[in-house]
DNA sequence: TCGCAATATGAATTATAATTCAAATATTAT
DNA sequence: ATAATATTTGAATTATAATTCATATTGCGA
């Protein structure tokens, strides 16, 4: 660990980039991005404006460095719960158990994600949503290989793990994002997406042909 | 119809309203609604700009009519389709096979939809007005209908119907997002889709007990 | 042809908020 | 203590683009 070296004015320094940082999350959370300025979040921070750019080069970067870092934060505990899991059954159960309970979580976050960007600058953005994608990605690809080893065992059918990916991802997200606009309308379990996941909707053999 | 009865002066100003429609979808669609300036919208349109004001009260009046009209059109085509069906499963595959073609039939919307709310693959439906979701809403309920059904003549698996539809959509959004992303790496049949919802991922009976 | 109403024009106004930077203050070294 | 260095300050600057409105143009009936 690097961490026992920082001296003083090095933890000073990021004492004060994360009292920012959190003072941003704050109100671009619940205000979305655009409707905070850059003297709100100084305020709120107890630093003047010019300070902040001492530490952010500008409001976006600033939005950046929340977002990557909380991106990071998640698949890093995504991952370190999914490693631990054994069997290919387990593992799937053990990822969505994890996605839910983690955006739960970080529903701040979800909200700063989710609130409209406005910048004007195309290329940073670009940037970010590349990294971003590339970890998503990443993250993708290891469950996909999860399902190419269930479908090894006859576990899984066969079928194009890409796909298998999509629909888990698919399902997981709607049910997160229904719940967050309906909180108390919309309970549900890790269970019945896992049960929707594993089993589909039709009646085994409902009628026709085994 | 009330078309018939529409005045010279009215039609003219319908095209008129139109062709500012149509030059602010271009310019937003390729830019992105912020990255587009009202001056430009009205010179492409060939207007100047205060006449744009003349039809929206502001920019994002405008926008919002090009998404609330296209989303009309787009429920009502899909309407059209689904009542045609018969069985609830013949109705989902007609749902699902509609989404599809609609989807890709106006990308240019999408493209202008997802420019708006940032670019997040996270839900589609993340960033609309009230209004849509409301009709986003009640085509949700018409499809959990035909969920219901299904579970009543013992074609569905009894279970919570928004669930069923969530999954269904989540799935449906997940493919189009990648499709819309990695065009050529992810082609896809709505019978994958199809398949995936209908029966899930495990093997039927895979070892486990009957 | 004239005048009234409707419509279109686009330079000027307005609003906002991101960013800068010269000055003030705090910290550290000698 | 004094100077050198680092950090913080926030009023002033700057940039942008949405919106307005006094004026010009057009359409139309008498």
New interface residues.
């Given amino acids: 660990m690097e961490t026992k070296t920082l001296g003083r004015k090095e933890r000073e320094y990021l004492r004060h980039r994360r009292e920012i940082m959190d003072a941003a999350l704050v109100l671009f959370s619940s205000n979305g991005y655009h409707n905070v300025t850059m003297n709100q979040i100084a305020a709120r921070a107890e630093f003047a404006v010019g300070t902040l750019y001492k530490f952010f080069t500008n409001k976006e970067s600033l939005y950046n460095a929340l977002i990557t870092e909380k991106l990071s934060e998640y698949l890093q505990e995504w991952e370190s719960v999914v490693d631990w899991a054994a069997d290919e059954i387990s593992i799937i159960r053990a990822s969505v158990k994890a996605h839910i309970r983690i955006f739960n979580r970080n529903l701040d976050y979800v909200r700063l994600?989710?609130s409209?960007?406005?910048?004007?600058s195309?290329s940073l953005?670009a940037g970010l949503?590349k990294e971003m994608k590339t970890k998503i990605r990443s993250m993708m690809e290891k469950v996909a290989r999860v399902?190419e080893a269930g479908m090894e065992k006859?576990?899984?059918?066969r079928?194009?793990p890409?796909?298998?990916v999509?629909?888990l991802?698919?399902?997981?997200?709607?049910?997160l994002?229904?719940g967050l606009e309906n909180p108390e309308a919309?309970p549900?379990e890790a269970d019945?997406?896992l049960?929707?996941?594993?089993?589909?909707?039709?009646?085994?053999d409902?009628?026709r042909n085994g």
């Fill in positions: 994600y989710l409209e960007t406005k910048g004007s195309f953005r949503e399902c006859g576990l899984f059918r079928m194009n890409l796909h298998m999509l629909a991802d698919g399902i997981i997200d709607s049910f994002m229904e919309m549900f019945q997406i049960d929707l996941f594993f089993n589909g909707v039709l009646v085994p409902g009628g």
